[in-house]
């Protein structure tokens, strides 16, 4: 089952920021936390993931709160293209053949509005 | 385009029939893994390869599913005597993982199979 709970759905205005909220109360010292999003009829793209520090790169922000039980994804100028579902997930990392594979859960479908 | 590749994109059966999905995974990517996604739903994992080897399966893959990756590059998906529930897009994913790394996933765009 899916360790995190998100809204359903949001809307945002072109151009403006995407704050895109993740509640993970019960993450363990050695789960990071994930962001992926899917395009209508493509495979979820991985965007961003993070342990404990606040994470950026081209596409994102990740903020994480420092109890670590909730984050928020920030797209800093959403454009029409940004309208998808945006998964958080929690997932643990090991240096083992374990699988580490991504448990999703519903999503937010964000729709960037003009 | 060197990402991950699956075919067919679309297939369309009667129930009965048994289907097949490849997926051709990133060069020298390691592990490799098939989800499955209904219509309103998150994706959801069926089973996990490293290497040639089937490491990890979903109690989602009954026995009328059965995956290969006999030579550890591409993957088969196989569903015998398909039924209605079967009906889904299928996800294949593939990974790097090394130690220290926390491999990120990169997705095929999907198999859709409709059951009929």
């Known amino acids: 089952d899916a360790k995190t709970t998100q809204p359903t759905s949001m809307d945002c205005a072109e151009g403006r920021a995407a704050n895109l909220p993740c509640n993970h109360s019960?993450?363990?010292?050695?789960?990071?936390v994930y962001w992926y999003r899917q395009i209508h009829s493509q495979g979820p793209q991985y965007i961003i993931h993070?342990?404990?520090n606040n994470e950026t790169n081209e596409m994102a922000s990740l903020i994480i709160t420092e109890d670590r039980k909730s984050s928020t994804l920030i797209l800093p100028h959403a454009t029409l293209r940004d309208t998808a579902v945006y998964y958080c997930?929690?997932?643990?990392?090991?240096?083992?053949?374990?699988?580490?594979?991504?448990?999703f859960g519903g999503g937010t479908r964000l729709m960037v509005k003009p | 385009d060197t990402g991950v590749s699956q075919n067919p994109r679309h297939k369309i059966t009667k129930r009965g029939q048994n289907v097949t999905f490849r997926c051709d995974p990133i060069?020298?990517?390691?592990?490799l893994y098939w989800y499955r996604q209904t219509l309103g739903q998150g994706p959801e994992f069926l089973t996990y390869?490293?290497?040639?080897?089937?490491?990890?399966k979903s109690r989602l893959l009954s026995d009328r599913f059965s995956a290969e990756r006999p030579k550890g590059s591409f993957s088969t998906l196989e569903i015998q005597r398909t039924e209605q529930g079967d009906s889904a897009m299928y996800l294949c994913?593939?990974?790097?993982?090394?130690?220290?790394?926390?491999?990120?996933?990169?997705f095929g765009e999907g198999s859709r199979l409709t059951v009929l």
């Open positions: 994913a593939s990974s790097f993982r090394s130690y220290g790394d926390a491999g990120e996933l990169f």
């Open positions: 019960t993450i363990s010292g050695n789960e990071y």
């Open positions: 993070g342990l404990k």
């Open positions: 997930i929690v997932r643990e990392y090991s240096n083992n053949n374990a699988g580490n594979m991504l448990t």
């Open positions: 060069s020298e990517h390691n592990r």
């Open positions: 390869f490293q290497n040639e080897a089937q490491l990890e």
